[in-house]
């Protein structure tokens, strides 16, 4: 009987529309850092993330300066932001993780934790995109519109909000998230 049930309440969230999800989490996710080494998100539980799909050729390449500021301002607070470079958006991340890395630290001395490159949408997608663009947020839900996107996760792993390209890392609302996420 038990069985049926959650076949049936599958079956029926399926056809709702609605998204399943092994992940409860970023926490349950393991990626590659940008020097190929396994990295598991748990290592981040109870630490605020700034998730940023980042690119070195974009019109937003920019925003290094003040996500490497935020970085700094609150990281003895408990925020981590992580970089993942990807090449979704007309090409704007050929290099390799080599040279990204080299590009990084050299133009915009970074030192926030960065990843090895990945597919931010597309059938290629990253699996902690895919949980990332459909987790339910007040922000927007659906594939990354361009580089330099932002996901907010709270201590806990879970998606608090999402900020489109064109908001700043300094952004007055994106520092108040910050700062609320991290006084959670």
């Known amino acids: ?4 049930l959650t076949l049936l309440l599958t079956t029926a969230m399926l056809l709702g529309g609605a998204t399943l999800h092994a ?12 020097e190929g080494k396994d990295v598991d998100l748990s290592e981040y539980k109870g630490k605020v993330l700034l998730i940023v799909n980042v690119a070195s050729q974009c019109g937003a390449t920019k925003q290094y300066d003040p996500l490497q500021a935020l970085y700094k301002k609150y990281e003895d ?7 993942f470079p990807a090449n979704n958006f007309g090409g704007q991340e050929p290099g390799s993780d080599a040279e990204i890395a080299e590009f990084c630290t050299s133009k915009y001395s970074v030192d926030f934790p ?15 995109f895919t949980y990332l663009t459909d987790a339910a947020n007040p922000d927007k839900q659906g594939d990354i519109g361009w580089n330099f996107e932002k996901f907010l996760i709270g201590k806990d792993g879970k998606l608090i909000r999402r900020f489109a390209t064109k908001v700043d890392p300094a952004n007055e609302d994106l520092v108040a998230a910050i700062e609320t996420a991290i006084a959670k």
């Open 77 to 83: 607070k408990g925020l981590v932001v992580l970089g």
């Open 114 to 128: 960065m990843f090895s490159k990945v597919s931010v949408k597309g059938d290629d997608k990253a699996p902690l």
């Open 1 to 4: 009987m038990k069985t049926h």
């Open 23 to 34: 992940e409860d989490s970023v926490h349950e996710f393991k990626v590659k850092n940008i």
